[in-house]
């Protein structure tokens, strides 16, 4: 399993989504989602891991490193009868931390089967850092700033900046569609997205790509229908939510 806990030395400052704490029938998904990410303990959390969480039994949870100096937000991206999968968030006082969890139902019991994190090397920051500091970058190295900052973003910032320009968006996809190639590479630079391609594998999807790095990718696609996106899953498309009808943001590792 990639290693996804963290250690927090900061106060943490989390918001939830409501002023009073909330309360969840024991053993149903959002329990175990509070538990593991909110609570200072999680007893007898081994009944409640699967697969290569067991492998992890002896770290500690995320809530327990926070040990109640903050609080989560998250919500559901998909829930089956037999799976759930709930996007969460850790917001410290300089940057949010996204993670994802993936809950299956064993028999009547709800179990946490893996969290992942897009979890970006050092390296990445550094050169972001660097790009910043430069006044008046050429225009590729400018539209390249661009792609890093998003590809830094957070979920919530990604959705936000989706939403903001979706009309960019659309003409883009306009674009691409008419094979209008220099002008789509134009469209492509100032929305600071490096690559928009179709896949013979989700037919009725457009994919705009922020950036890749090795098997790590960030963007967004266009797709009439939910039914025509890519399955969720712990090692490909580790997220997938829609901003807008039509729209949504994507991470895969």
């Known amino acids: 399993m990639r290693k996804i806990f963290l250690t927090i030395s900061i106060l943490i400052l989390v918001f939830n989504y409501q002023i009073f704490p909330q309360q969840f029938s024991e053993g149903s998904p959002e329990w175990l989602i509070d538990m593991f990410f909110n609570k200072d303990s999680f007893p007898g959390k081994t009944n409640y891991f699967f697969g290569e969480m067991v492998e992890e039994s002896d770290q500690k949870t995320i809530g327990e490193e926070l040990n109640g100096k903050g609080g989560i937000l998250f919500h559901q991206l998909i829930a089956t009868n037999s ?3 709930f996007a969460v968030e850790v917001q410290s006082e300089n940057k ?11 028999e ?4 946490l089967m893996a969290i992942r994190r897009f979890f ?11 790009l910043q500091k430069i006044q008046n970058l050429p225009a ?11 590809f830094t973003k957070s979920d919530r910032e990604l959705r936000n900046y989706l939403s903001v320009n979706q ?12 094979n209008e190639k220099d002008k789509a590479d134009i469209a492509l630079a100032e929305v600071g997205c490096t690559a928009i391609y179709n896949d013979k594998k989700y037919p009725g999807c457009t994919f705009i790509q922020i950036l890749q790095f090795k098997n790590m990718e960030a963007g967004f696609i266009h797709a009439a229908d939910s039914a025509f996106l890519p399955a969720i899953s712990l ?9 807008v009808p039509e729209w949504f943001v994507f991470r895969v590792m």
């Open 83 to 85: 799976n759930c999968v």
């Open 96 to 106: 949010t931390i996204d993670f994802y969890a993936y809950l299956v139902k064993m």
């Open 108 to 111: 009547s019991n709800w179990k």
């Open 120 to 130: 970006l090397p050092e390296f990445i920051y550094t050169v972001l850092d660097s």
């Open 140 to 150: 590729n190295d400018s539209a390249f700033l661009l792609s890093l900052q998003l």
């Open 167 to 178: 009309q960019k968006f659309q003409e883009l996809i306009s674009l691409f569609a008419n």
């Open 235 to 243: 090692d490909e498309f580790i997220y997938i939510e829609e901003v």
